[in-house]
């Protein structure tokens, strides 16, 4: 028999404290949501190419495999959270975008499972500050009979604000 390091599938990264285990988690979304504000700079000035939109992607899966991590670390938030996605249309369309991307066929969206990533040309800009991209990134979900858009990159952000937010309410400030 082989001799094993660590435990479990994660390995010993998750620490020895089940209701710390969230943690890591929150970790990776901060790392991600890193990458993404460093591609909102690069957005600035260039055009973005398939790698970004992978990172972004990647970045709000991680947003929205929060709340598994929260729920397993800590069952009693179960109704919180809940609470929380109602309360909020973002984290719900984060949820759309996660699962979207998860599944050829996405059958009970939060909001839209057509929801769109889609290209805005800013005519202005290109007139005023030539040496800037005129392309704007935004996300689209239909919302009834009417339509709600984001910025792509205000969208992320509001996301790990909304996170943030949570976290420190519901897990004290300095988690």
Known sequence: MPEWFGGGALGSALGSVPSEHWKGQWQR????????????????????????????????????????????????????????????????????????????????PSHDAEFNFYREYDYFCQEIEPEHNPVRYRLAFAEGKDLRKFDLFEFTETIVRLWTEFIATHLGPNC
């Open 29 to 108: 979304v901060q790392r991600w949501h890193k990458k993404v504000q460093r591609i909102r700079v690069k957005a600035e000035c260039s055009e973005l190419d398939a790698f970004d939109f992978d990172d972004v992607v990647a970045c709000l899966q991680n947003c929205y495999h929060l709340r598994d991590w929260l729920e397993a670390s800590y069952p009693t938030l179960k109704p919180s959270l809940k609470t929380f996605f109602e309360q909020h249309f973002e984290l719900g369309a984060c949820r759309d975008v996660c699962n979207g991307y998860k599944h050829k066929a996405y059958k009970r």
